[in-house]
Nanobody, 127 residues
């Protein structure tokens, strides 16, 4: 069974940091492009980061650029999202996704329909 499982969400104060993990089972992530999405209450889903396994290119939405970093540990079959300098506007459910190819460029993730999704992890930024 092919599965992605996120972890690492929680409550953090503004200015704090969290690292989300996305563990894959049933398939090898280094053969897939991976992305992180988020959805806040009442808002549309936002693709915030993407990493291509073919050329190593990465994409960050303007809303997270310079604060968030996507990375992989192929030995552990895990993808991470390091989130620094968090603000209340970052409060959302965060999802990881994977597919053999993803549009890891500006505007590409808006209409993307990855084959594999995690269940989501809640991130709340509040004092």
């Amino acid at each position: 069974q092919l599965q992605l499982v996120e972890s690492g969400g929680g409550l953090v104060q503004p200015g704090g940091s969290l690292r989300l993990s996305c563990a894959a089972s049933g398939f090898t992530l280094d053969h897939y492009a991976v992305a992180w999405f988020r959805q806040a209450p009442g808002k549309e889903r936002e693709g915030i980061s993407c990493h291509s396994h073919t050329d190593g290119s990465t994409y960050y939405a303007d809303s997270v650029k310079g604060r968030f970093t996507i990375s992989r540990d192929n030995a552990k079959n895990v993808v991470y999202l390091q989130m620094n300098n968090l603000t209340p506007e970052d409060t959302a459910v965060y999802y990881c996704a994977a597919d053999v190819w993803l549009p890891c460029f500006h505007g590409g993730l808006a209409d993307a329909k990855p084959d594999y999704w995690g269940q989501g992890t809640q991130v709340t930024v509040s004092s």
